[in-house]
């Protein structure tokens, strides 16, 4: 009988990593959750040896559905979805599900709390909201582990985000950043490292040590550098110009906070980098410059 790992956000960047790794790893049967079982990512997910099944983040009924029978989740909520509930409410009905069923581990993939780190000067909901579920989670009693994530390398490959690059008529590299020059970016490279992250925790549980992991908070991040370093890596490390263009507001308070609040202060100030719990379980950080040839260089035909 199969071992149920239900992942949220299947179809997304982060779930999507996720499942991909256990189908590797194959310890644990991948249930990924979507809401549309019938689109073409979650097809895609079914021919790779995923289950998928129908889950709505608004609608706790289908999300206790979705975990019933799993012995371990990987949680995740978005912003992004329009049916009028924050992620604040998407994680409860997440971690109430998962205790009321009876789901023996929980790995939640958080971030930074903007407001604590800035004493309120700044706030981001989207990230806040976040960062009060690593609170809730505790507080359920569920055995868990939080994984905190930066700023998205893939964000410079995903058109529809402002920060991707793209090749000007010269060849030479074109970035929009609402990033603020000087700002320490801590910085994540998704689908690589986040599933083998989930991963090595699931399997840190599955072979007898939850005691290490339980209730611990792990830095899921590559690298730390000034961000100006990062474009630099970019441009040495393809050997072509990179352009930045440094947009003083995006036009939406939250995204503005966000991106000024890690200039002023600093995100993960503390923390160590790569995070020594990760590494003791095996997990082994993908460079920047390899972001850059695996991902950055196919992104720009190149």
Known sequence: ?????????????????????????GVFKPRAVTRNPDSDKAKGLVKLGADVVAGDLADYPS???AVAGSEVVFAVTTSNRGQG????????????????????????????????ISGGKYQAVALDDKAELDNYIRSTGIPHSILHAGGFLENLTRPAFVDCAKLNDNGEVEIKTRWVKGTVASLSWID????????SL??????GRLDEINGKEYAMICSKL?????????????????????????????????????????????????????VALGVKFGALEDFVRQELKPHLGL
Not at 192 to 199: I, K, M, N, Y
Not at 244 to 259: A, C, H, I
């Open 85 to 116: 509930t924050r992620e604040l409410e998407q994680g409860k009905f997440i971690m109430d599900a998962a205790k009321e069923v009876g789901v023996k581990y929980l790995v939640w993939s958080s971030i930074e709390s903007i407001v604590r």
């Open 226 to 278: 000034p961000i100006e370093d990062w474009y630099k890596i970019i441009e040495t490390t393809l050997g072509r110009k990179v352009n930045v263009t440094w947009l003083p507001t995006m036009n939406l308070k939250m995204l503005d906070d966000m991106y000024d609040s890690a200039k002023e202060f600093e995100w993960y100030k503390n923390r160590q980098i790569p995070d020594p719990g990760l």
């Open 202 to 207: 699931f399997n840190a549980y599955a072979n």
């Open 1 to 25: 009988m199969f071992r149920i790992a239900t992942v949220f956000g299947a179809t997304g960047l982060q779930g999507g990593s996720v499942v991909k790794q256990l189908l590797k790893d």
């Open 192 to 199: 690589r490292d986040l599933g083998l992250s989930v991963s």
């Open 63 to 65: 999300i206790k559905k």
